[in-house]
T-cell receptor, first 117, second 112 residues
């Protein structure tokens, strides 16, 4: 299957700082990537849809000024958590579809566990 | 938008028994229904999927059934093994550039 790589896999930061998470499609081009957030023992909740070369589409309740998404190329999308607070601590995971794989399957990155102190 | 309900939230079975997890969806336009297995701290892994033009699909010990009329689909795991213990998520979407909408997950425990 297609490979999606996410970095960093875990990060600890102080309250008020910003954290950037990168999501790369390694062997395919992804015009669209999806960012999910997963709190402990909960499901994956869609945060936003990242579109290459245009603004991201955010789900209701997700602050676009706090969670900055940049999809500058067909293989890279970044999520920046600005002025992070302890309640932002979560597992953030990106995903993308590969047209070349043709099945509609969504491929996930490894996920990034953010802990805000 | 799409809404996916999943039951049960937890399921314990004896090794060798079968496990069944059920999901319903709300959007009749959805046409792709994957199932993911997630182990603690790891990314979800696709275990099987089904499209709306198919009623049933099987892959070794895993099978999925889809009832489009009733808008529900189910995961069946036979001859369960301890390594099947994990959280399972169903999802639904319309293929293309639409995101997956996940159910709340089922924590499966297989007791040896």
């Amino acid at each position: 299957g297609a490979v999606v790589s996410q970095h960093p896999s875990w990060v600890i930061c102080k309250s008020g700082t910003s954290v950037k998470i990168e999501c790369r499609s390694l062997d395919f081009q992804a015009t669209t990537m999806f960012w999910y957030r997963q709190f402990p023992k909960q499901s994956l909740m869609l945060m936003a849809t990242s579109n290459e070369g245009s603004k991201a589409t955010y789900e209701q309740g997700v602050e676009k000024d706090k969670f900055l998404i940049n999809h500058a190329s067909l293989t890279l999308s970044t999520l920046t958590v600005t002025s992070a607070h302890p309640e932002d601590s979560s597992f953030y995971i990106c995903s993308a579809r590969s047209r070349s794989h043709g099945t509609g399957e969504l491929f996930f990155g490894e996920g990034s566990r953010l802990t805000v102190l | 938008g799409e809404n996916v309900e999943q039951h049960p939230s937890t399921l314990s079975v004896q090794e060798g028994d079968s496990a069944v997890i059920k999901c319903t969806y709300s959007d009749s336009a959805s046409n792709y229904f994957p199932w993911y297995k997630q182990e603690l701290g790891k990314r979800p892994q696709l275990i099987i999927d089904i499209r709306s033009n198919v009623g049933e699909k099987k892959d070794q010990r895993i099978a999925v059934t889809l009832n489009k009329t009733a808008k529900h689909f189910s995961l069946h795991i036979t001859e369960t093994q301890p390594e099947d213990s994990a959280v399972y998520f169903c999802a639904a979407t319309l293929t293309g550039n639409t995101p997956l909408v996940f159910g709340k997950g089922t924590r499966l425990s297989v007791i040896a």
